[in-house]
């Protein structure tokens, strides 16, 4: 039997380089986000005189150029430093990979020398150990750590605020927290919220202008010659802006658009092929996400698609009533309800907005479904 992989290898490519059109990607240069790169700079410049900076806590929605902008932060001043007599570390923690504050420490521990086992310690010894490093400094200067904590929102939800605690509390400790969610320092507690005193900086959504100089640079680098028609980086621009200025959906949708052309052995992407690549892209997300739900998070999704069809506008109250229906009598409490439309807004799936409804009427949460109505419908009636 031949090689499965030569039957699989691709002929000719519109591509010369994929790696430029992945959100991890950090190029040499950020596009419109030379305001929020100053900002962060104006903060640490503080280590570049040996002293600790403040903590910074920065908001944005998926896809505004957070994590990226701290990565080219963490460059630019370790670039500058490597020309002070200073010693400063800045290490990037997913928070989506480490969900528990002994599994963030214990990895701040490996990045620093120690090593330390991701499980097995007590949380006390792991803590005494990342404590001690700043003590023993084998370089023989004072050591400066700032922790960049990416989505940190989820480990909070899952793990509670003993991670922020631990760090505001260990001396030459820096904190940056990147949240897609302002409400993330619900789940933070008063006596915590005094040590942090964070400075916040936010990252505006993309416009459409925005989005197309983004992905004309990185398509300069991902593309050959004269493979884009003229309409596909405007197209991929607008349909992105619709999704809140989503700089990760619009790279998502150019290589999603290369990768159809060179299916159809095509030496050149348009605008079809764009138009594809939002069905594929779209099918694909809402589809694995749904699939993959708790039963009860699945019914509450279905009372939002019903109500959705009705073009009724969708309130906490009327969710719940619909969802009791929806779930014959096998129902979750009010409360629980709360908890279900925070994860899936966090998954992309619905947004909420809260409204005023006058003087004396309060203030009124309103639910909004962000994904295909039929695409939907055939997932939650196919399970």
């Given at each position: 039997?031949?090689?499965?992989?030569?039957?699989?290898?691709?002929?000719?490519?519109?591509?010369?380089?994929?790696?430029?059109?992945?959100?991890?990607?950090?190029?040499?240069?950020?596009?419109?986000?030379?305001?929020?790169?100053?900002?962060?700079?104006?903060?640490?410049?503080?280590?570049?005189?040996?002293?600790?900076?403040?903590?910074?806590?920065?908001?944005?929605?998926t896809g505004t150029g957070k994590t990226a902008a701290a990565k080219f932060a963490r460059e630019q001043l370790n670039e500058a430093a490597s020309n002070?007599?200073?010693?400063?570390?800045?290490?990037?923690?997913?928070?989506?990979?480490y969900t528990t504050e002994y599994q963030v420490i214990a990895q701040l521990c490996q990045k620093l020398g120690r090593n330390v086992p991701h499980r097995?310690?007590?949380?006390?010894?792991?803590?005494?150990?990342?404590?001690?490093?700043?003590?023993?400094?084998?370089?023989?200067?004072?050591?400066?750590?700032?922790?960049?904590?990416?989505?940190?929102?989820?480990?909070?939800?899952?793990?509670?605020?003993?991670?922020?605690?631990?760090?505001?509390?260990?001396?030459?400790?820096?904190?940056?927290?990147?949240?897609?969610?302002?409400?993330?320092?619900?789940?933070?507690?008063?006596?915590?919220?005094?040590?942090?005193?964070?400075?916040?900086?936010?990252?505006?959504?993309?416009?459409?202008?925005?989005?197309?100089?983004?992905?004309?640079?990185?398509?300069?680098?991902?593309?050959?010659?004269?493979?884009?028609?003229?309409?596909?980086?405007?197209?991929?621009?607008?349909?992105?802006?619709?999704?809140?200025?989503?700089?990760?959906?619009?790279?998502?949708?150019?290589?999603?658009?290369?990768?159809?052309?060179?299916?159809?052995?095509?030496?050149?992407?348009?605008?079809?092929?764009?138009?594809?690549?939002?069905?594929?892209?779209?099918?694909?997300?809402?589809?694995?996400?749904?699939?993959?739900?708790?039963?009860?998070?699945?019914?509450?999704?279905?009372?939002?698609?019903?109500?959705?069809?009705?073009?009724?506008?969708?309130?906490?109250?009327?969710?719940?009533?619909?969802?009791?229906?929806?779930?014959?009598?096998?129902?979750?409490?009010?409360?629980?309800?709360?908890?279900?439309?925070?994860?899936?807004?966090?998954?992309?799936?619905?947004?909420?907005?809260?409204?005023?409804?006058?003087?004396?009427?309060?203030?009124?949460?309103?639910?909004?479904?962000?994904?295909?109505?039929?695409?939907?419908?055939?997932?939650?009636?196919?399970?």
């Amino acid at each position: 039997m031949a090689n499965i992989f030569d039957d699989l290898e691709v002929g000719k490519s519109v591509f010369k380089d994929k790696q430029p059109l992945d959100h991890r990607f950090l190029p040499e240069n950020l596009p419109h986000r030379k305001e929020q790169i100053t900002q962060i700079a104006k903060y640490w410049i503080e280590a570049l005189n040996n002293v600790t900076p403040s903590d910074i806590t920065i908001y944005g929605k998926t896809g505004t150029g957070k994590t990226a902008a701290a990565k080219f932060a963490r460059e630019q001043l370790n670039e500058a430093a490597s020309n002070k007599n200073v010693f400063i570390k800045v290490e990037y923690i997913r928070c989506t990979d480490y969900t528990t504050e002994y599994q963030v420490i214990a990895q701040l521990c490996q990045k620093l020398g120690r090593n330390v086992p991701h499980r097995g310690w007590t949380k006390g010894e792991v803590i005494n150990t990342f404590r001690d490093i700043f003590r023993r400094n084998a370089y023989g200067k004072k050591l400066i750590l700032i922790v960049i904590l990416d989505e940190i929102d989820i480990l909070l939800s899952k793990d509670g605020d003993g991670i922020l605690y631990t760090l505001t509390r260990t001396d030459n400790v820096s904190i940056l927290s990147i949240s897609n969610y302002v409400e993330f320092k619900q789940f933070i507690t008063p006596r915590v919220m005094s040590s942090l005193r964070d400075k916040e900086i936010v990252f505006p959504p993309y416009g459409a202008d925005q989005l197309a100089d983004i992905l004309s640079e990185r398509a300069s680098l991902s593309f050959k010659e004269d493979t884009i028609e003229s309409d596909v980086i405007p197209l991929c621009s607008a349909m992105a802006a619709k999704e809140e200025g989503d700089a990760r959906y619009a790279l998502d949708l150019l290589r999603t658009a290369g990768e159809i052309a060179d299916e159809e052995e095509s030496d050149k992407i348009i605008g079809d092929y764009v138009r594809r690549a939002k069905d594929r892209i779209e099918h694909n997300k809402i589809t694995d996400v749904i699939l993959t739900l708790p039963t009860q998070q699945q019914r509450v999704l279905d009372a939002i698609l019903r109500l959705t069809q009705n073009n009724e506008e969708i309130t906490s109250g009327k969710l719940y009533d619909t969802y009791k229906e929806v779930s014959k009598g096998d129902s979750v409490t009010y409360r629980r309800i709360f908890d279900f439309i925070n994860e899936l807004e966090m998954l992309g799936i619905i947004s909420t907005n809260t409204i005023s409804r006058g003087r004396g009427k309060g203030r009124t949460n309103i639910i909004t479904l962000q994904c295909d109505t039929d695409l939907l419908e055939k997932t939650l009636y196919s399970i």
